[in-house]
């Protein structure tokens, strides 16, 4: 059983910065891909980004480009979404999640975290 357990939401304001964690633990292999999404409220949930656990390669959506940055911290076994020059549309329940391939649909991914909220004020 795969578990994802995140960490680091909060409120912040505008302009501001917030850095996220997840650390995955269970039976998984390293050739897996690790994603964050996000939901606000009354929207579907979307990806933001994502990155190979064994080769470190990343992936975007536009929205995060240039702003949002994924990492791995191996020795720590944990992600990482550095999040900087926060908007209130950056407003959502984020997750990280698992896979075994990447891509950007939600439907690829098996094991899901908790979820946890930004709030970014105006």
């Known amino acids: 059983q795969v578990q994802l357990v995140e960490s680091g939401g909060g409120l912040v304001q505008a302009g501001g910065s917030l850095r996220l964690s997840c650390a995955p633990s269970?039976?998984?292999?390293?050739?897996?891909?690790m994603a964050w999404f996000r939901q606000a409220p009354g929207k579907e949930r979307e990806f933001v980004a994502a990155?190979?656990?064994?080769?470190?390669?990343?992936y975007y959506a536009d929205s995060a480009k240039g702003r949002f940055t994924v990492s791995l911290d191996i020795a720590k076994n944990t992600v990482h979404l550095q999040m900087n020059s926060l908007k209130p549309e950056d407003t959502a329940v984020y997750y990280c999640?698992?896979?075994?391939?990447?891509?950007?649909?939600?439907?690829?991914?098996?094991?899901w975290g908790q979820g946890t909220q930004v709030t970014v004020s105006s």
């Open positions: 269970g039976r998984i292999y390293s050739n897996y891909f």
């Open positions: 999640a698992l896979s075994w391939e990447v891509g950007s649909s939600e439907d690829l991914y098996s094991y």
């Open positions: 990155i190979s656990w064994s080769a470190g390669g990343t």
